[in-house]
């Protein structure tokens, strides 16, 4: 009983500790996810948020999966109308900020899918940083179209996606300049 | 105010922002008609559907249609768009029997009628995609003042750069609005309400 008792005080003992070490000072990625592919296509994308934690400036420099033959980074930019998806070397993440990859902006493209990623699936996806190193993820796969991971309908109430809706001139959304989500880092 | 004169206004806002943006070239080609008072965006077009049969505009005329040009390599732009068409679909409840989504490509080498109609399907059944000739697609793309041009791409597929907005033609085949490719579905289901009631 006595035992039982300096264990339980011992274990009470690390949760500060843990608790301390835990978000504040590490890059973490999370809400990493990718839209499950239609029929026969050989693309896919996948989003995600990344964290920085820590006191230094740090850079996505790329990122591979056994989901597909290559990986790569791009970002969308809308040119007027005419999108035009573009790669990217590396993806800036400063110390102290969140950046999020989301579809009309920045993402991982998957190219030569081993396979069509259907939804309720998931996938491994290395994601490799400048200074932290490479971090393994896991990627649920979502419907065809979901703008979201928690947002399987997609109505595009993710954050940074309602651009369309504020412009003033509501024929013309996208004439106006929408947001140019990729060129933000 | 009526129709015609918000589409022109709206016209008119585009090619202020266009020339602003020094970018106006091809937006300018797109918006001179409308200066002289006859904007006439859209038009006849002949494509192939996923079964293999012909269609026409007049194949569609009575119904209200959603155009969207896109290609089925395109992993964030189409899907974002077609899956905005697909709610909106879902958001006119009973109305939607009178909208026909339409996806048509502009990469016709690589989306065969197989291909483009097996894509569709993922986002909604009621979507009919479309593909055609080099020269069919052509001459459809040019009707709605569509840019595309394929980029090579180091090693992997090629891709293709694309206006993505998405076209509101109504049952008299003539194109009354539209929205850009990230809008959301209840957005468009709610102007496509509103164009619907103010004709009947």
């Known amino acids: 009983m006595k035992h039982i008792l300096i264990l339980a005080l011992a274990l009470l003992a690390t949760l500060p500790a843990q608790a301390q070490n835990a978000p504040s000072s590490t890059l973490s990625v999370d809400q990493v996810w990718a839209r499950a592919t239609p029929g026969g296509a050989k693309t896919g994308a996948v989003y995600l948020t990344v964290v920085n934690g820590t006191a230094s400036d740090d850079k996505i420099v790329g990122a591979s999966t056994p989901a597909a033959r290559e990986a790569q980074l791009h970002t969308m930019i809308d040119d007027n109308g005419v999108m035009k998806m ?3 070397k590396s993806i800036d ?10 579809p009309g902006g920045m993402h991982v493209m998957l190219l030569g899918l081993t396979k ?3 939804p309720g699936d998931s996938f491994s996806l290395t994601l490799e ?9 896991t990627v649920a796969v979502t419907k065809a179209g979901a703008m979201g991971m928690g947002n399987m309908g997609g109505t595009g109430n993710m954050p940074g996606m309602g651009n369309m809706d504020n412009m003033p001139g509501h024929d013309m959304g996208s004439m106006g300049g929408h947001g140019m989500g990729g060129k933000q880092n | 105010m009526t129709r015609r004169t918000r589409l022109h206004l709206a016209l008119g806002a585009a090619l202020l922002i266009a020339s602003a ?17 006859g904007a006439s965006l859209g038009g006849p077009f002949t494509l192939t559907r996923a079964d293999g049969v012909t269609v ?18 395109c992993p964030d732009a189409c899907p974002t768009a077609l899956n905005a068409i697909a709610e909106a679909m879902e958001k006119l409840g009973p109305a939607a029997t009178n909208v026909q989504p339409l996806f048509i490509t502009i990469d016709p080498a690589r989306d065969t009628p197989a291909v483009v109609g097996e894509y569709v399907k993922a986002f909604d059944p009621r979507i009919v995609g479309l593909t055609g000739t080099e020269g069919q697609i052509a001459a459809v793309a040019t009707e709605y003042q569509v840019y595309y041009k394929r980029r090579e791409t180091e090693g992997g597929p090629y891709l293709m750069d694309h206006t993505s907005l998405i076209y509101v033609v109504d049952p008299a085949g003539k ?22 009631s103010q004709t009947s």
């Open chain 1, 86 to 88: 573009r790669e990217l």
């Open chain 1, 93 to 102: 993440v400063k110390a102290g900020a969140t950046v999020t990859l989301k």
């Open chain 1, 116 to 118: 069509p990623l259907k």
């Open chain 1, 129 to 137: 940083f400048e200074k932290g190193g490479k971090k393994e993820l």
């Open chain 2, 21 to 37: 943006a020094g970018t106006g070239l091809y937006l300018r080609s797109w918006l001179a008609p409308a200066a002289d008072g």
């Open chain 2, 56 to 73: 026409t505009e007049s194949t569609y005329r009575g119904k209200w249609l959603l155009i969207y040009f896109g290609y089925t390599y």
């Open chain 2, 175 to 196: 194109l009354v609005r539209f929205f850009g490719g990230s809008s959301s579905g209840e957005r468009i289901a709610q102007h496509l309400l509103e164009l619907m």
